[in-house]
């Protein structure tokens, strides 16, 4: 029961912390930009209570455990602050996004079909505000208080509800998901993956996101180069 609760809870809280621009302007409130730092507090207490509860000592933890004594006893010997709390916040702040997935997966293990639901929606969301973001411009930005990002090259960089680079990182991942599905299956891309692979390219170009591009790359090099190949 607990379970379903907090599972409940924490796909509430996702949506509000990958929509919180869009909402924090429509209620006129920053407290939305702190759900994130809420989920990476539940993480740790879960987190700490299987590296106490349980007999056996998960390497995903150790790594995790390893990776926060490294970051502070580099900021304690190289860094000008020496402030023990700051440094403390600051290691778990770089864990941050680590933290947040690895939450996910573990009050989701047992049900990955959850979390793929997750996805589609957060996705369709996504670029349902992508094309009104096309259709009407800077308005759009405007509507909901949202920043205009753009650059010197670029008037207007589209990223619908989402910050550009999140929406291309996003559009990134589900390239990803895709070459995953078919690397397993042990098929070659097919036309309906390759036009969502194309269209997701197209999205990312609207974003204006370079780095988003590299990341694609990485999982063609990750998941898929074998078959791309023979294809």
């Not at 989920?39 to 150790?62: D, E, P, Q, R, W």
């Not at 505000?129 to 960089?157: Q, W």
């Amino acid at each position: 029961m607990y379970n379903n609760y907090l599972s409940s809870l924490l796909i509430f809280m996702g949506y509000l912390s990958i929509f919180n621009k869009p909402i924090s302007g429509i209620l006129k409130t920053s407290a939305i930009g702190y759900i994130d730092e809420v989920i990476l507090v539940i993480g740790v207490i879960l987190i700490s209570l299987i590296m106490l509860l349980s007999k056996k000592i998960h390497v995903i933890f150790l790594l995790v455990a390893g990776f926060f004594i490294y970051s502070v006893v580099i900021s304690l010997s190289f860094g000008l602050n020496r402030d023990w709390i700051d440094i403390l916040i600051q290691s778990l702040v770089n864990l941050k996004f680590f933290l947040l997935t690895l939450t996910f997966l573990m009050v989701f293990r047992d049900r990955i079909e959850v979390i793929e639901r997750f996805f589609r929606n957060v996705l369709l969301l996504a670029i349902i505000g992508l094309v009104l973001n096309v259709i009407f411009g800077s308005s759009f930005n405007h509507l909901f208080d949202m920043p205009v990002y753009n650059r010197p090259s670029v008037a207007l960089r589209y990223g619908g509800f989402l910050n550009p680079n999140h929406l291309a990182f996003l559009m990134a991942l589900y390239i990803g998901t895709l070459l995953s599905k078919a690397r397993t299956s042990g098929s070659f891309i097919s036309a309906k993956q390759w036009g969502l692979i194309v269209g997701s390219l197209f999205v990312i170009a609207l974003t204006d996101s370079r780095t988003a591009i590299i990341g694609v790359f990485i999982f063609f090099a990750a998941f898929y180069w074998e078959f791309i190949l023979k294809n």
